[in-house]
């Protein structure tokens, strides 16, 4: 085989479930080489106008190819142009034009002031970094006057590689010749593997050295096991085609449960009003994560009980009677909220964050629980309420207290923190429910910071040590009959989805476009199977084995039912 990629498999990490046989092509260069090195003409106002006309462009381009595209990319499509055209950014590149910076230098340095913002607040946030450089490199793209990047389109079926995919590469893969993906980069809750579960197209991501491999080669890639065979042989291809041949199995709607009808709340994560307006359109049951931060960024003063109570009520009315449930401000000493004059810390992570800033500013947190209150009032919503980085039962009963008293009577706290999973019990006898994080549990299990990409295998939810703290969270919640769910990314592998099932959660939040995939897994297996499933992967002693281990299971389900 030509090629620098020595080896004849290569791991990465499955987002997208599925088998796929088929050569790979690599996508044209997408990225601007040396954003910010363009030359420095024309007045600061000449220049500001050519940057806002290049995100014009940019913005206009997204939008040029949302008309046939699937709702998933509609949704991608319309975000990386509402970023384009954000005042926001246009202005942070004027400020950096009046201190002398090209047109090109000034708009490089714009969005890396929003990515270092973005990055601090972690997680979803942070993971929109890279749609936000996209924007960059389209615009600067732009400003150079070089034609945009295109996927290729053979005429035959091929698996698509790249270091890393823009939503607008991966916004309208439904209609081309590109039957996989495969990535250098990305996580499970990057665009592309959210686009890629959406569309039903196996995905890879975080595979070292996906992007070297020649176009041409044949790869066998397997988007539950993120395991990619290279040029395998006649015998392998023969098995993958014969899989593939199978008939399709009927998708499920409605209301999540398992194949014996057990329930299981199948719920959306969201961030913003736009995401909410999203979100309402999928077949979910109502929201189990809306995390409110962003009415709290970018601004000098707290936003007032009037102005907070306006915004949770248009999200309230697109979710009719359905539950939301909404996450008190997770801020802390590394998130830009100037109002909150946080103290500088070595370790922020570790420091005063989530519930934690309550007791250093009661404000904030009584000001949104009064506008929540006021909220539910005028609508038919059935909000639900929780605090983030709950550690000890005191926290969750003074936040309990504190929710009761602005009227709320849903009040739960979310588990992200080890101390909470063990003592979950003394938790649960504060609260209604409790909803599980594993983005901050993995983190803080592992002692392992979940922005940095080289630790993902301690971050890998299929750790044992995370299984069992889930475990130890489902039975107390079980032991008590109160609601149990899960709202960090893991919920959205459909696999995984299952085993939590088996460890007792008994709903599942997750961005909407997994939903599907999700309800259809639980759908073919019965409840003792997801049991099942769950302690064969406790049973295992590394990440790898214990996902092994219940794909087993599942498989053999599956087998029998195709037989
Ligand atoms: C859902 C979670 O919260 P966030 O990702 O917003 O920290 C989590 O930690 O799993
Ligand atoms: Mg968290």
Not at 217 to 229: A, M, R
Not at 373 to 380: E, N, P, W
Not at 387 to 404: H, I
Not at 533 to 558: K, P, W
Request: some cysteine; charged content about 20%; overall charge negative.
């Amino acid at each position: 085989m030509p090629t620098d990629v020595a080896a004849r498999e290569l791991v990465g990490r499955g987002v997208s479930a599925g088998l796929v046989c088929a050569p790979v092509l690599r996508l044209v260069p997408t990225a601007a080489t040396h954003p910010g090195d363009g030359p420095d003409t024309g007045t600061p106002e000449e220049r500001l106008s050519r940057i806002v006309a290049a995100l014009d462009a940019v913005a206009h381009d997204m939008e040029a190819r949302v008309a046939g595209a699937p709702p998933a990319a509609v949704e991608v499509l319309q975000m990386t142009a509402e970023l384009a055209r954000d005042p926001a950014l246009a202005s942070a590149a004027e400020s950096h034009l009046r201190s002398g910076c090209s047109a090109e230098g000034a708009l490089d340095a714009a969005v890396e002031d929003f990515c270092a913002q973005l990055d601090a607040l972690g997680g979803y946030l942070a993971e929109r970094v890279s749609d936000l450089r996209d924007v960059r490199d389209r615009a600067t793209a732009h400003l150079r006057g070089d034609a945009q990047p295109v996927v290729p389109s053979p005429g035959y079926p091929y698996i698509l590689a790249a270091r890393d995919l823009s939503p607008a590469d991966t916004a309208t893969l439904g209609e081309s010749d590109v039957v996989g993906i495969l990535t250098e980069e990305g996580g499970p809750t990057s665009h592309t593997a959210i686009l890629a579960r959406s569309l039903g197209l196996p995905a890879v991501v975080a595979c070292d050295r996906a992007a070297a491999i020649p176009d041409g080669t044949v790869v066998v890639l397997d988007g539950s096991t993120g395991l990619v065979e290279l040029e395998p042989d006649e015998e392998r291809r023969e098995a993958v085609r014969r899989e593939l041949a199978a008939p399709a199995r009927p998708t499920a709607t409605g209301p999540g449960r398992t194949r014996d009808g057990h329930p299981v709340g199948l719920l959306a994560n969201i961030g913003t009003v736009a995401d909410a307006e999203r979100a309402a359109s999928y077949d979910g049951e109502g929201v189990g994560l809306f995390r409110t931060e962003f009415l709290f960024l970018n601004r000098a003063d707290r936003p007032d009980v009037a102005e907070q109570t306006a915004i949770y009520t248009r999200v309230f009315e697109l979710f009719g009677g359905r539950p939301v449930t909404v996450r008190t401000l997770d801020a802390g000493s590394d998130k830009p909220i100037a109002f909150l004059q946080l103290q500088p810390e070595e370790n922020p992570a570790l420091g005063v964050r989530g519930i934690r800033l309550a007791t250093t500013d009661r404000a904030h947190l009584v000001d949104q629980l009064t506008a929540l209150g006021h909220a539910q009032r005028a609508t038919a919503v059935r909000l639900k309420v929780m605090a983030p980085m709950v550690s000890t039962a005191e926290e969750a009963r003074d936040f309990v207290l504190t929710a009761r008293a602005a009227g709320l009577t849903e009040v739960g706290v979310m588990v992200e923190v080890p101390a909470a999973a063990l003592r979950a019990t003394d938790l649960l006898a504060e609260v209604d429910f409790v909803s599980i994080g594993t983005n901050d549990l993995s983190q803080y299990t592992f002692a392992a910071d979940r922005m940095v990409s080289g630790l993902g295998n301690l971050l890998d939810p299929w750790q044992p040590a995370l299984l069992d703290l889930v475990a130890t969270v489902g039975s107390a919640a079980q032991a008590v009959a109160k609601p149990v769910g899960v709202c960090g990314e893991a919920a959205a592998d459909p696999l995984f989805a299952a085993v939590l099932v088996g460890l007792g959660i008994t709903s599942l939040s997750m961005a909407a476009p997994a939903l599907q995939g999700v309800r259809d897994q639980l759908a073919v297996l019965p409840r003792s199977l997801c049991q099942e499933m769950a302690s064969a992967a406790r049973q295992a002693t590394s990440a790898g084995a214990a996902r092994e281990a219940a794909l087993g299971l599942a498989e053999s389900v599956r087998r029998l039912a195709d037989a």
